[in-house]
């Protein structure tokens, strides 16, 4: 896996955090434009869902505060496409961990994948 330039690592950054904020959840129109076509998520209870599932989730969502993010990190995996890490924490200890693939070949990114694992209480 190759580094990842810093203006695509801040650009693809902006979209996952876009993702996790309220105002975007329920924007389902830039949800839409988020989310690649052929996008699929593991979510933390270990359910797959599809693209079509996550926009009427989302849509029927209720709103809370964005969360806290933490421990970032980028590996291109192939031309335009780039597997993003991060963790969501809690008052300083981690609760989840995150990974992400994005899809840069359009010019903007798109979600592609996403899996969220639970963290074990310490």
């Known amino acids: ?8 690592c801040a650009r693809v950054k902006d979209a996952e955090i876009a ?5 975007t959840r329920s924007d389902n129109e830039r949800v839409d434009q988020l989310l690649h076509d052929d996008f699929a998520e593991i979510g933390r209870s ?15 969502e209720t709103r809370g505060e964005s969360p806290q993010t ?15 890490t991060y963790a969501i924490v ?12 994005w899809d840069l070949s359009s010019g903007v990114p798109r979600l592609r994948f996403h899996q969220g694992t639970r963290v074990a209480e310490h």
């Open 1 to 8: 896996m190759g580094t990842v330039a810093l203006g695509i």
């Open 19 to 23: 993702l996790l904020s309220p105002e």
């Open 46 to 60: 270990g359910r797959l869902w599809t693209r079509d599932e996550v926009l009427a989730m989302l849509a029927d």
């Open 70 to 84: 933490a421990e970032w990190q980028f590996r291109e995996l192939a031309p335009h496409n780039v597997l993003v």
């Open 90 to 101: 809690r008052e300083g200890d981690v609760y989840s961990r995150h990974s992400s693939i």
